[in-house]
Nanobody, 129 residues
Framework: DVQLVESGGGSVRPGGSLRISCSAL????????MGWFRQAPGKEREGVAA?????????YYADSVKGRFTISQGNDKSTVYLQMNSLKPEDTATYYC?????????????????????WGRGTQVTVSS
């Protein structure tokens, strides 16, 4: 079975940067639609970004992170990264990786759904002075 493993979370001051990554273990050959979600205490899980699994694939971002976060995929398409710059205290949350072989999850209409087939356990990102 596929397992998503996130890494790279941590604590950073406002204005700082972090890069988190997620690898799909158990199946490195399928072309995964992959995305990032986050959930802050007391709030619902929300979509952060998603990427279509093709060279130069389309990317999608929540309005709150556009211009600050960048999603990208590794060469084997089974790893996804989220580069987070100009971090704000409101970015504090547990960040979850999601993956699906159904590429409709990597479209403008579909990526924010919470019904992705695979989820990681999450990595904590804390932005605080």
């Amino acid at each position: 079975d596929v397992q998503l493993v996130e890494s790279g979370g941590g604590s950073v001051r406002p204005g700082g940067s972090l890069r988190i990554s997620c690898s799909a273990l158990g199946d490195r050959y399928s072309r995964w639609c992959m995305g990032w979600f986050r959930q802050a205490p007391g709030k619902e899980r929300e979509g952060v970004a998603a990427i279509y699994p093709s060279p130069g694939g389309s990317t999608y971002y929540a309005d709150s992170v556009k211009g600050r976060f960048t999603i990208s995929q590794g060469n084997d398409k089974s790893t996804v990264y989220l580069q987070m710059n100009s971090l704000k205290p409101e970015d504090t949350a547990t960040y979850y990786c999601a993956a699906d072989l159904d590429w409709t999850y990597c479209t403008g209409n579909g990526w924010t759904r919470l019904s992705w087939n695979y989820w990681g356990r999450g990595t904590q990102v804390t932005v605080s002075s």
